[in-house]
C-alpha cells in the first residue's frame, strides 16, 4: 500500500497513485490551490512479506505541482511518527525521550520543592505529557 503523508491520500499501488496525484492537480488547477511538494512525503507500507517490493518503489518518482515528492521511510504525522514497518519502536523511543526531557525539567526547574509539591508537578506536567 502507498501512503502519501501530508496531502493525505492512500493508494493500492504506483499507478494508482500517480491517477490521485493527477486529480489533486487538476483539483489544484480548477480552484487555484497549489499543492506544496515540498511539505509532501510518500510513505510505504507494505506486509512483512512484501518488503521486498520498497527497494523497486522507492525509485519510483511521484509529482506535485510538477515537482517531485520526496520518499521516506518514517514519517511524523500528527504527533507520531510512522513509518514503513508499521511497528512503534521509532515512535516509542520518540515519546520516552520527551518523558524523559520533561521529568527532567520539572527536577531541574523545582528541585528546591518538597516532595510532595515536586509529585504533583510531576503528575500535572510529565503524565498529562504521556496522553499528548
Partial sequence: MLTMLYNVPIAPSASALRKMLAICDSFATDYCVSFNAKKSKCLAVYP???RFLYAKLSKCVFYV???PVEFVKSYPHLGHIINACT?????????RGAFIGQVNKVLCHFNTLNSHTKYRLFQSYCTSFLWL
Fill in 48 to 50: 512483512r512479506s512484501k
Fill in 65 to 67: 505541482d510538477g515537482k
Fill in 87 to 95: 511497528d512503534d519502536t521509532e515512535d516509542i523511543s520518540h515519546r
